[in-house]
């Protein structure tokens, strides 16, 4: 069994989305086994979204490629737009309460991630979280100088997974407990 850490950022808890979001995961068989509300300081949300050149190439290079499709070529490197990205998630994400819960299960990163959908919700797949509860585009983020409201983050591998449920949750806060479905799910 996997864990993975799963935030409904300040748009889905301030959009009443809470019970929505967390019985899509319930329902697919996955247990939440810790769970809190904060508003989290600047300093926590610059950790969780830490300046690794690898992330803040693979943001930007999202970023430029949606931009190409409509024809716009941004002057900005990978890493410019990376940086430019991060500090908007900063500033957003401890601008409101967030919750915070660690999500137990089979394969629960790989399972949690199809469930929540694709980065932009405006192509996101219509079943999942970000497809079905918003139309948010890059195009409108970026006009609008924040980042997409895309409801939710989740870890997006292994390693990923484990430092970021370490920087979230003390060791006391991860709860072990029986689901009472578990025999009949797995
Ligand atoms: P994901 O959350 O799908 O794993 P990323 O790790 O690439 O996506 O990006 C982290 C978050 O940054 C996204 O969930 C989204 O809120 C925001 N974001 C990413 N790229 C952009 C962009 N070009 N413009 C605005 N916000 C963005």
Not at 152 to 162: G, L, P, Q, R, V
Request: glycine residues 6%.
């Amino acid at each position: 069994m996997e864990r993975t850490l799963v935030l409904i950022k300040p748009d889905g808890v301030r959009r009443g989305l809470i019970g929505n979001v967390i019985s899509r995961f319930e329902s697919a068989g996955l247990k939440v086994c810790a769970i809190k509300m904060l508003v989290p300081s600047k300093e926590l949300v610059s950790r969780h979204y830490a300046d690794n050149e690898d992330w803040l190439r693979s943001v930007g290079s999202k970023a430029k490629k949606s931009s190409e499709a409509k024809g716009i070529v941004l002057k900005e490197s990978e890493i410019e737009l990376g940086q430019k990205v991060r500090s908007r998630l900063i500033k957003y994400l401890s601008s409101g309460p967030v919750i915070c819960m660690a999500i137990e299960g089979n394969e629960s990163i790989f399972a949690v991630r199809k469930i929540v959908g694709s980065t932009e919700p405006k192509s996101a797949d219509p079943s999942s979280i970000r497809g079905s509860l918003s139309t948010d585009s890059y195009g409108l983020a970026d006009s609008s100088d924040r980042p997409i409201k895309n409801i939710i983050h989740a870890s997006e591998d292994y390693a990923t997974a484990s430092a970021e449920i370490k920087l979230w949750f003390s060791e006391s806060e991860l709860i072990e407990y029986k689901r009472a479905d578990e025999e009949i799910v797995y």
